[in-house]
């Protein structure tokens, strides 16, 4: 459990989750289905997709902001009826999609803040050498897991394993599926972080 890179109710593991959430927020928007319910948000506050708005209207604005819990809801069953049916609601993960085409339709890129959390304790951050290959290998975890567990159709966990080979382009023991499923397993522990009711970072298990 220590060295666990998600669970372990640490500083350090609040801000994995954080930065597991704004990666796969990211991913995400190459998805279709999630395109399309962009597109349909901009359409339906007056927006045109694929524009972007550096200036929105004080009369958009109010929209966006007065019509928020509707958005909300609408994109909290996309996530779960369509992109992860399987797994338990992640309100969270909804909430960060909405935030995403606002900061989309304005030109600006979704920045993701944990709140402030009391009585918990830093835990091991990534040290400054450790935090390219920490965003490298969530960014890795992320794609494995879209590819594996939300893309449609699927990507088997061995066609996932020998694209990774090849990108390494060295020969290794094994043949990569392991490591895979390793990634998928660290963004499936960071979403059962995110689907806790009510959700605090303080609910990280201790």
């Avoid at 909430?95 to 920045?111: H, M, N, P, T, Y």
Wanted: include cysteine; charged fraction near 30%.
């Amino acid at each position: 459990m220590a060295d666990d890179p998600i669970l372990g109710a640490t500083v350090a593991n609040i801000r994995r989750v954080e930065k597991y959430i704004s990666a796969l927020t990211h991913r995400l928007r190459s998805d279709l289905r999630v395109e399309d319910a962009y597109a349909a948000w901009c359409r339906a506050h007056g927006l045109i997709p694929g524009a972007v708005a550096y200036v929105v209207a004080p009369s958009q604005l109010i929209a966006i902001v007065t019509e928020f819990d509707r958005d909300f809801a609408t994109l909290e069953r996309l996530v779960r009826e369509s992109l992860l049916p399987h797994y338990p609601p992640v309100p969270a993960l909804a909430e960060c999609v909405l935030k995403d085409f606002i900061a989309r339709s304005r030109g600006e890129q979704i920045e993701l803040e944990a709140e402030p959390v009391d009585d918990v304790p830093p835990g091991r951050a990534a040290k400054d050498g450790e935090q390219q290959l920490e965003a490298q290998r969530i960014e890795q975890d992320v794609d494995w897991f879209y590819r594996a567990k939300i893309k449609q159709p699927p990507d088997k966990i061995r066609q996932l394993a020998r694209d990774y080979l090849a990108a390494l382009g060295e020969a290794r023991e094994g043949d990569g599926r392991s490591t895979v499923q390793a990634g998928i397993e660290r963004v499936e522990r960071a979403l059962a972080v995110l689907s806790l009711d009510p959700f605090t970072f303080s609910s990280l298990p201790k």
